[in-house]
């Protein structure tokens, strides 16, 4: 890392130049873990480096099957810190089957997203661009990421919500499948505290948050299966530039900016 340079310049250098550390560094590593499964293991993680996945999506996507190879695969990537299994959890914090697995490490995501796909060029020299926000889908990818960097912090989240003396019966990513009776529906962190005392947290990343994000998030607590008579909290956990209209409305019990984690 160069103190004269930029960060930006230096992750540059380091990520995009033939023989940078960065570029070169995690091939070696991924390899030397997984070996001879290092394919397979890659193929897996770019799949879900995209979006998180069920066990069943995973297999389907990359049309092998849902053997117990292929379960001792998602284990071992999880088992190496690279992947996290998120399990939904019912009231009274009852672990249900459903469960989703997300890219834990981010500088994996990044590598596969920007720098994998990009090697020929990069060993050519020919990959160039001018500012980060110019690579593909780079705001999305800084969405999944910003999710990840607030799901590795859950305590910090708690004691920013003041609930880090209350007993936590759960506090996970959810999902719900669509049925009969209800609508498909998923929440970046829902947290349950004390009997039927729901706090449903959306994580946000983005240059400008406007008003819509108050419409979203009412048609996820909408659609949200949850006990009859129970407390619902919305949160909105973000960085980027917050329109003044979300705070004015006061929908969100709590606003949350990233920083505040941090002190």
Known sequence: YDLKNSTADNLKRLCFTKGGYLF?????????????????????TKVIAEKNYTAQEISDTLKISSSGEFIKSLQDLELSGFI????TYKPNGLRSKLSKYR????YLRFYLKYIDKNTDKINKDIFKFTSFSDLLSWESILGLQFENLI??????????LGLENEKIISASP??????NKTKACQIDLLIEC????FFICEIKYRKQITTKVIEEVKNKI???KLPKYCSKRAVLI????????VKESEYFDKIIEFSDLLK
Request: glycine share 4%.
């Open 24 to 44: 070169e560094d995690f091939e070696r590593i991924f390899n030397d873990i997984f070996e001879k499964k290092s394919e397979l293991y890659k193929k897996i």
């Open 84 to 87: 996290t299994r998120d399990y």
């Open 103 to 106: 890219i834990s490490d981010n």
């Open 151 to 160: 799901l590795n912090r859950i305590p910090d989240l708690l004691r920013a």
């Open 174 to 179: 959810y999902f719900q499948n669509r049925t």
């Open 194 to 197: 004390k009997p039927n005392n």
């Open 222 to 224: 909408a659609s949200l």
């Open 238 to 245: 973000y960085a980027g530039e917050l329109n003044e209209g």
